[in-house]
């Protein structure tokens, strides 16, 4: 066949490619079986952690009952037979006393504008098991407000970083292995006959973007589910807005991450060697993760972690749900995390090009770095 009659092979165009290479990874992993075991292992963890939450809820929590100073003989009476341990005072400032000394968690006196004619006094919020026993909303005074719910505030911090570090860790780590794993068996050089490094690389970001947030939407519809169940569908409302910004910063916030592992990963060619390489990102994601959980109730802390791309994914939501975010925040915060997912793609995508097709020893990321003619 001579070069007239031979027939003209196209390439895809860069957004088709990048789409083709996405598939590929998406069918790969989703006929993993330990791909699907992992999955299901830590979707059966989030069911279990939501259903002990909601029996610690139902239960009163696992220190005992809520002691309560109470002003009035009816409201004692009711609440000793709700399993409250019940300090019955003479007046209101007796009870206040009782409150600020610690020796009781809240204290219930008459006098309300709601509906009914009752008071809780707290120190910084009102025991849910006690609004719950009451048989409407009174009102509430708190008098040292910090966070509304402490233990409920470190585990929603918990929560969103556990899915943030393990979904990012795990599918980073996956993007990471394919790479090398490609440059090993030398597909690599057959995919770029076809595609161009840098669609290959996007290919790959996508395909895995979208396993990870098929992951956590998956997570999140089974947290749902959970909390709707035991009961707890007003901590499902008051994560509504949180739950959203979760998502919207998760997406980006993986990406960033996704073409750090990518690039990083090509420079070695052999399985072995991947954490040598990839161990600076995934520090880059612990240390935003413990500060996340050690100082989520430092106000200034957290709004700094708020504004980091590493960080942003899992503080602005906790400072949503905490209410300490102004409305305009969370965009602001997404606009630095875009602003850095191009810089970092601009830089890893020379990296990768510069170092997937070399095999042999590890390349020095000076060498990736360095501008090709």
């Known amino acids: 066949m001579n070069a007239q009659t031979a027939p003209l092979v196209r390439r895809p165009t860069p957004p088709r490619a990048a789409w083709l290479v996405a598939e590929r990874e998406i069918t790969t992993r989703l006929r993993s079986k330990a791909f699907l075991i992992s999955t299901g292992i830590l979707l059966l963890i989030v069911l279990a952690g939501v259903l002990f939450g909601g029996f610690v809820s139902q239960s009163g929590g696992i220190g005992g009952p809520t002691k309560v100073a109470v002003v009035g003989e009816e409201p004692a009476e009711n609440l000793e037979l709700a399993g409250f341990d019940v300090t019955k005072v003479a007046d209101r400032a007796a009870a206040q006393e009782l409150v600020e000394s610690g020796e009781v968690d809240a204290a219930v006196v008459p006098g309300a504008e709601g ?43 918990i929560a969103f970083g556990m899915v943030f570090f393990v979904s990012v860790m795990t599918f980073g780590t996956t993007t990471a292995q394919s790479v090398v794993e490609e440059k090993q068996t030398r597909i690599v050089e057959i995919l770029l006959a076809t595609v161009s490094a840098r669609a290959l690389l996007a290919g790959k970001i996508i395909g895995m973007s979208v396993l990870a947030v098929g992951q956590v939407v998956a997570i999140v519809a089974l947290a749902s589910l959970g909390l709707l169940f035991t009961g707890q569908d007003i901590l ?38 991947i954490g040598s390489v990839t161990s600076p990102v995934m520090v880059l994601v612990m240390i935003p993760f413990y500060l996340v959980i050690f100082f989520f109730d430092n106000a200034r802390v ?36 875009l602003a850095t997912i191009a810089v970092v793609l601009w830089i890893g995508s020379r990296i990768y090009s ?20």
Do not use: C, H
């Open 115 to 157: 509906p009914i004619d009752l008071t809780v006094v707290a120190l910084e919020s009102a025991p849910s098991d006690l609004m719950q026993a009451l048989s409407a909303s009174p009102s509430v005074e708190l008098l040292d407000p910090i966070i509304e719910n402490f233990f409920l505030a470190y585990l929603v911090s």
């Open 236 to 273: 499902f409302g008051e994560l509504g807005i949180a739950l959203i910004w979760f998502g919207i910063l998760f997406i980006f916030g993986f990406v960033l991450i996704a073409t750090l592992y990518a690039a990083l990963a090509s420079l070695v060619s052999r399985q072995e060697d």
């Open 302 to 337: 957290m709004e700094i972690l708020s504004y980091v791309p590493l960080s942003s994914p899992v503080a602005m939501p906790l400072r949503l749900y905490l209410g300490t975010a102004e409305w305009w925040e969370p965009f602001a915060a997404l606009a630095v995390l």
């Open 354 to 373: 510069n170092s997937v097709l070399r095999t042999g020893s590890r390349v020095a990321l000076k060498d990736a770095l360095a501008k090709t003619n």
